[in-house]
C-alpha cells in the first residue's frame, strides 16, 4: 500500500515540478492559436480549457492505461516505477510536446510535423505508419468495449452487434465538428472515467486486499523478460506514439499556448494515475501475478476487468466502473479515426469543411477497421504496443529536432533526446525478440537494440554541434 500511495504523490510532484520545467523549455507565448487563427468550425473551433483537459484525457485513455496495465502488472510489482517515471520524464514530456510543436504549425499532424523537422521521407514513412497505428487503435478500441458490452446484454445483442453500432457511432464521430458531438460527449464520459477509477482505488484500499511493494524483481508467470516487454506492454499508461496523434487534435482548439501544460502534461499525468491504479488493483484482487496472468488468459482483458469490477465493488460500482471502462476505448478510437482523417486530407488536400471530403476518407477508414475487428484481439495489441512505442519514439526526435533547430541548448534538448534514446533501444530490442517480429534471442538483441539506441544519440549530437555551428556562422555574418 505504501507503494501505491507513493507512486501517486510522486506522480502529482512531477506534474508540479518536471511538467514546470517542460514548460519553461518550451516558452509559450501569446501567439494565436490555430482555434482563433484558423477557426474553421469544424476542426480548428475553441476551446474552454476544462473541457479541452478531458477530451484530450479521453483521446488518450483507451483500454491502454487499463488493459495494458493488468498485462504489465504480471511482471509484479516493478511496474509501478515504469508507469510513475516513464510517465513524468517520457509520456507526459512527449504529449506536451506534440501538442505545442502542433499548435505552432496551424495544427498539423505529427506526420507533417515529421516531414519538417526530419525530412520528406520522413513525412511519408510517417503518414503510413501514423495511419496504419490508428486504424489498428481504432479496431483496438471497437473490439474490446463490444465484447465487454456483450457480457451486459441480452443473447441476441451479441459482440458483432455491438461492433456495428460503435462503428456506426464512430462515422459520427469522426465526420461532425468537434464540439457537436466529441465536445458535448466527452464532459459526461469524462467524470464518469475519473469516477470509476476513484471507485476502483476505494475498492483496493478499502477492500482489504494486500497490495505488494515496489520490488525489481521479475514476477511473471511465463517467464518474459522485463526488458523490453514490460515497457511495451504497458504502451499508454506511460509513454504511447497514439497519443502522438492525438495532442493535434486538441492543439486545434485550445484558445492559448499557455494552457497547454495543464492540458497536455497534465492529461498524460492522470492517465497514469488511472494505469497505476488499475495495476494495482489487478495484483490486489488475484493475489498475485500468476492468478492475474491465468484471468487474462482464461476471461480475457473484458473479462478479467469484468470480473475485478463486479466482485471489488459490488452491483452499482461495477457498474460504474464498467461503463467508465467502455467509455475509455469508445472515446479513443472515435478519435483514432478521426486522426486519420486528418492525415490522409493533408496528403489528399481535401478541404475538411465539405462533409462530401470528409465521407470520402471516412467510409473506407472504416470499412478497414470492420474488416480487421475479425483478427484475434491479442494478436492486434501486439502489433499496436509494438507500433506503438515505435511512433512514440519518433514523435520524440521530431521534438528534439525542433529544440534544436529553435535554438535550445545540449541541456534543454536533452529533455527529448533521453527519452527518445531509450523508447530506441526498447522498440528495436522487442521487434527483434518477440514472436511477432525476428524471434532473436536475449543474447543477440539487447546489443543490437543498444547499438541503434547509441547511434541515435551519437547523430544527436553530431547534429546539435551541426546546428550551433551554423548559427554562430548566422551571428558573425
Known amino acids: 500500500m505504501v507503494s501505491l500511495i507513493l507512486a501517486l504523490v510522486v506522480l502529482v510532484l512531477g506534474f508540479l515540478f518536471y511538467g514546470r520545467l517542460t514548460e519553461k523549455i518550451f516558452a509559450p507565448d501569446d501567439r494565436q492559436t490555430p482555434a482563433l487563427a484558423i477557426n474553421d468550425g469544424v476542426d480548428c473551433v475553441p476551446m474552454k480549457p476544462w473541457k479541452a483537459f478531458l477530451v484530450q484525457l479521453l483521446n488518450i485513455a483507451g483500454t491502454g492505461p487499463i488493459f495494458g496495465a493488468l498485462m504489465g502488472a504480471c511482471f509484479g510489482p516493478v511496474v509501478f516505477l515504469w508507469i510513475v517515471l516513464g510517465a513524468i520524464l517520457g509520456g507526459a514530456v512527449h504529449d506536451y510536446m506534440c501538442g505545442m510543436i502542433s499548435s505552432r504549425h496551424s495544427g498539423a499532424s505529427i506526420a507533417e510535423l515529421s516531414g519538417i523537422y526530419l525530412g520528406k521521407a520522413a513525412r511519408w514513412v510517417m503518414r503510413a505508419f501514423s495511419i496504419l497505428l490508428l486504424v489498428l487503435t481504432g479496431t483496438v478500441f471497437v473490439t474490446s468495449p463490444a465484447a465487454l458490452i456483450d457480457r451486459l446484454t441480452p443473447g441476441f445483442l451479441n459482440e458483432k452487434i455491438w461492433i456495428g453500432i460503435i462503428l456506426l457511432y464512430y462515422i459520427l464521430a469522426t465526420l461532425l465538428p468537434i464540439d ?65 496523434t492525438q495532442s493535434p487534435m486538441v492543439a486545434k482548439c485550445i484558445t492559448s499556448e499557455k494552457q497547454g501544460r495543464n492540458i497536455f502534461y497534465g492529461a498524460m499525468i492522470a492517465e497514469s494515475v488511472i494505469a497505476l491504479i488499475w495495476a494495482a488493483a489487478g495484483v490486489a484482487f488475484y493475489g498475485a501475478t500468476g492468478g492475474l496472468h491465468n484471468a487474462l488468459s482464461t476471461l480475457g482483458q473484458s473479462g478479467t476487468v469484468y470480473e475485478i469490477s463486479e466482485k471489488m465493488l459490488g452491483v452499482v460500482g461495477g457498474v460504474l466502473a464498467i461503463i467508465g471502462v467502455v467509455a475509455c476505448p469508445i472515446t479513443s478510437g472515435d478519435t483514432a479515426f478521426r486522426s486519420a482523417r486528418l492525415i490522409l486530407a493533408e496528403c489528399t488536400h481535401l478541404d475538411q469543411k465539405k462533409i462530401k471530403n470528409r465521407l470520402i476518407i471516412t467510409l473506407p477508414l472504416l470499412a478497414v477497421g470492420a474488416v480487421l475487428t475479425q483478427l484475434d484481439f491479442n494478436v492486434l495489441w501486439r502489433y499496436f504496443s509494438w507500433s506503438n512505442q515505435t511512433l512514440a519514439m519518433i514523435a520524440l526526435w521530431v521534438a528534439t529536432a525542433y529544440l534544436l533547430k529553435n535554438g535550445k541548448s545540449r541541456y534543454a534538448s536533452l529533455l527529448t533526446a533521453l527519452p527518445a534514446t531509450f523508447m530506441s533501444a526498447v522498440s528495436m530490442t522487442y521487434i527483434l525478440m518477440a514472436k511477432e517480429g525476428v524471434g532473436l534471442s536475449q543474447t543477440i538483441a539487447y546489443p543490437i537494440g543498444a547499438v541503434f539506441a547509441a547511434a541515435l544519440l551519437i547523430v544527436y549530437f553530431f547534429q546539435f554541434r551541426r546546428i550551433q555551428g551554423n548559427t554562430k556562422a548566422e551571428i558573425r555574418a
Open 180 to 244: 457537436k458531438l466529441i465536445g458535448k460527449l466527452y464532459p459526461v464520459f469524462g467524470a464518469i472515467l475519473i469516477l470509476m477509477a476513484l471507485s476502483v482505488l476505494g475498492g483496493v484500499i478499502f477492500g482489504g486486499h494486500q497490495i505488494p511493494e515496489v520490488s525489481l524483481t521479475n514476477l511473471h508467470p511465463e517467464g518474459l523478460p522485463v526488458w523490453p516487454f514490460m515497457f511495451v506492454t504497458v504502451a499508454c499508461g506511460a509513454i504511447s506514439g497514439f497519443h502522438a
